[in-house]
């Protein structure tokens, strides 16, 4: 006999639901609470199972709101199978025509998908995978944090000191433009820099300006159309104080995603065109490769395979499936063009793309598709040599 036990994630409390291989109901929908008193309710429950026979858990792959409930199944010796939202709420459409969704139908669909397909658990993703996915989610929100600021920063300096981002190439990010505004935070005082001042910051910064452009600047800042006001003066300090901030945060947590990177013997990196930290990120959000067994999977697993419509005589290709996780996507899409620019091959298959009139981020796309295959066979090929030898 085997039971199959479904459980309905939630934030604050979860649902569950168990039947057997016959279908016939073991417990109905009951629910427990997201804490070690609720925890202990649900394994006095699967304890009063019959000790001899398989007990088959799954649930949704919902994020953070689970970990606890899974640390806690683990440590009891209970094994599970987290399954993608999407086709629970596929089988769902399948089972019946009614619009009724609640947490215990929810638990009790689970459990019955649970009983149709291959079980598979989850295998237990070691220290380094689990530091490596909240590290690396981590820096990217600061990323995105950091950019907003780099916009609300443009957006005081057209005030102050409109001619300032354009001297600069619009870029506001290099070692010299920040110091200048950290030590001459209006043209009044960038107009008053001297000889003195440049040698300052020659002596602080490895790399900087020529005394021609330094003195360029000088010239701009006399002659500025921008409007001086304490307040964007103010706000100007304030959005250089939390850029630096969070900058030296950012800084500080890709230092630690590297050395956690390190101990997974990844090879990610190997390839050229890709930092060690995007390689972090990649390999934590597939939660390791050894769990796919070709790169088709990974391709759906990242949401970059393409839609397939075939019927009778017709066999159509469509766009990208965005079913995978979005956050996997988002690196892999952002480091493409550095590993085409790094791989002459790559790179005039990109081009080659592009001549054949796909859109730009369409054969960016087909160059992704690329970059997972690699990965995946790089990754393979090692794991095989390092059992071999």
């Known amino acids: 006999m085997t039971y199959f036990v479904g459980i309905d994630i939630a934030k604050y409390k979860h649902d569950c639901f168990i039947h057997d291989h016959n279908g016939v109901v073991i417990h109905h929908s009951f629910t427990f609470s997201n804490n070690l008193s609720g925890f ?6 699967l304890d009063s199972l019959d000790k001899n026979q398989k007990i088959k858990i799954g649930f949704e ?12 199944l683990k440590a009891n010796h209970f094994d599970f199978m987290e399954i993608n939202p999407l086709l629970i709420k596929q089988f ?14 929810d638990s009790t669909l689970i459990a019955r998908y649970l009983s149709t397909i291959d079980y598979k658990p989850t295998s237990n993703q070691s220290y380094h995978i689990q530091a490596l996915k909240s590290l690396s989610r981590l820096r990217d929100s600061l990323v995105k944090n950091r950019s907003q600021i780099l916009v609300r920063l443009t957006v005081v300096l057209d005030i102050i000191f409109p001619e300032y981002k354009p001297f600069f190439d619009n870029k506001l ?19 008053r820099m001297n000889t003195e001042s440049y040698n300052k910051m020659k002596k602080k910064l490895r790399h900087t300006i020529s005394y021609a452009r330094f003195t360029s600047l000088r010239d701009l800042a006399k002659n500025t159309v921008g409007t001086t006001d304490n307040i964007y003066l103010f ?3 304030a959005l ?37 930290v995007s390689a972090a990120g990649i390999y934590a959000e597939f939660g390791g490769i050894h769990k796919f067994t070709n790169p088709n999977q990974m391709l759906a697993y990242a949401g970059l395979e393409s839609s397939k419509n075939e019927s009778g005589q017709d066999n159509f290709k469509g766009h990208m499936v965005k079913h995978g996780s979005s956050h996997l996507r988002q690196i892999i899409m952002n480091v493409v063009d550095t590993f085409a620019l ?6 005039d298959y ?15 796309t087909h160059v992704a598709r690329k970059l997972i295959r690699i990965i995946f066979h790089i990754e393979k090929i090692i794991s095989i040599l390092i059992l071999i030898y």
């Open 235 to 237: 706000e100007l300090n």
């Open 61 to 72: 792959a919902t994020g953070h709101y689970g970990t606890n409930l899974k640390q806690f």
């Open 40 to 45: 202990n309710q649900l394994l006095l429950t």
């Open 342 to 347: 790094n791989n002459p091959v790559i790179y």
């Open 240 to 276: 250089l104080e939390i850029y630096k901030n969070i900058n030296n945060k950012i800084k500080d947590i890709e230092v630690k995603i590297i050395e956690e990177y390190r101990q997974t013997h990844s090879h990610i990196h190997t390839i050229k065109g890709i930092s060690e």
């Open 92 to 105: 769902s459409k399948a089972s019946t025509l009614r619009k009724t969704k609640t947490d215990k139908i």
């Open 173 to 191: 990010t290099s070692s010299t433009c920040i110091y200048i505004l950290e030590n001459y935070d209006s043209p009044e005082k960038i107009s």
């Open 350 to 364: 990109q081009s080659k793309k592009i001549k054949e009139g796909k859109h730009w981020r369409v054969a960016q």
